[in-house]
């Protein structure tokens, strides 16, 4: 249920009919009254003001206007009060009507006892016709339906909000997951594009079919780049340990260090082949950026794989590759360790 529908529930037709449906209680007063009073125009003049009063206190609290709504209700009370020398017991239709405004927005256990005071003045009081057994039991069974449809309305309200909080949640979620996503993928094919651009505009003059290579590699990488940013996109992405460290290797190659990379994934179960992917693509993206390193080692088992490099230092802090990465591993239940070894380079380490 959308905030729309829950405003035309509390504020449309089926209040409204709630609302006209309490007016029967004065229209059984008036009956009363030029039945047995002998004061009928008086009676009905109280009975009228007391309709009156109980509409604009339901028009109010409609507005949520609180201090209007309370006023009118005291007011209601009030002429119920005067009606009770007209009618007697059968003015306790009209106290079912006070109290089906009042108790719903009482503390539970200040509108039970005001029900059941009522109800036991009903039952007890000196009535000419003895105790007004009806009317009491219409005022416990009105209190009751009004309130319990005022706490549906309340349950609808709540359900809306909490809705509405779990789509923000989900949306900040798809946000971040985008956010990472082109991080990671972008990250290394730009990282890759950026390498043997280089590369190709060194070997333009001194190697020119090798600098074509390069150049086409490239294109070969932009087109890639564009597949994935796609895909990240659209939630869909394939990121697999054997492909990361295909591509790695070339990485590596075009920026002059020394792979020592695994040629089989075979160890690595398949629960665990798209997760040490993305290990594998963040650490050799950031050897390829950062570390300025002259040899990098890659080593998978069945539940851990390492990247390790003998550069400077890898990634410069936390950075937000390897927070995307700290969370993906945390998600899977894994351990997620990262900083520099002894006596130079840098340690990627994720278990699960």
Request: positive net charge; glycine residues 8%.
């Amino acid at each position: 249920m959308e905030p729309a529908d829950v405003q035309r529930w509390v504020r449309g037709w089926r209040l409204r009919l709630l609302d006209a449906g309490m007016l029967v209680y004065p229209a059984v007063t008036v009956a009363s009254v030029l039945q047995h009073s002998s004061n009928a125009f008086a009676g009905c003049l109280v009975v009228a003001a007391f309709a009156v009063s109980y509409l604009f206190a339901a028009a109010a609290a409609a507005r949520r206007a609180t201090r209007p709504f309370w006023l009118l209700t005291g007011g209601c009370a009030v002429l119920f009060a005067a009606a009770i020398p007209f009618v007697h017991a059968d003015a306790f239709f009209l106290a079912a009507v006070v109290l089906s405004l009042a108790v719903p927005r009482l503390p539970r256990r200040v509108g039970a006892g005001l029900v059941a005071a009522a109800a036991l003045a009903a039952v007890i009081g000196p009535w000419p016709g003895g105790p007004a057994w009806t009317q009491a039991v219409a005022l416990v069974f009105t209190v009751l339906m009004v309130s319990a449809f005022a706490e549906a309305i309340r349950a609808n309200a709540a359900l809306v909000e909490a809705r509405a909080e779990v789509a923000r949640l989900a949306s900040e979620a798809e946000r971040t997951r985008i956010a990472r996503d082109l991080h990671d993928l972008l990250g290394h094919s730009l990282t890759a594009i950026t390498v043997k651009s280089t590369l190709a505009r060194r070997l333009v003059d001194a190697d020119a079919a090798r600098a074509g290579e390069e150049m086409t590699a490239v294109e070969t990488l932009a087109r890639q780049a564009l597949t994935d940013v796609r895909a990240a996109v659209s939630g869909y992405r394939e990121v697999t340990l054997a492909g990361e460290l295909a591509r790695g290797r070339e990485l590596l190659r075009a920026c002059g260090v020394t792979a020592d990379l695994p040629t089989a994934t075979d160890v690595v179960g398949p629960a665990h082949q798209e997760l040490f992917g993305w290990v594998v693509r963040e650490g050799l993206t950031n050897v390829a950026r950062h570390a300025r390193a002259t040899r990098c080692t890659v080593t998978v088992s069945e539940s851990t794989v390492e990247v390790v490099d003998d550069g400077v230092g890898g990634s410069p802090g936390e950075g937000a590759g390897l927070a995307g990465l700290r969370e993906r591993v945390e998600a899977a239940g894994g351990q997620f360790g990262a900083g520099p070894v002894r006596p130079r380079g840098w340690r990627l380490r994720v278990t699960v």
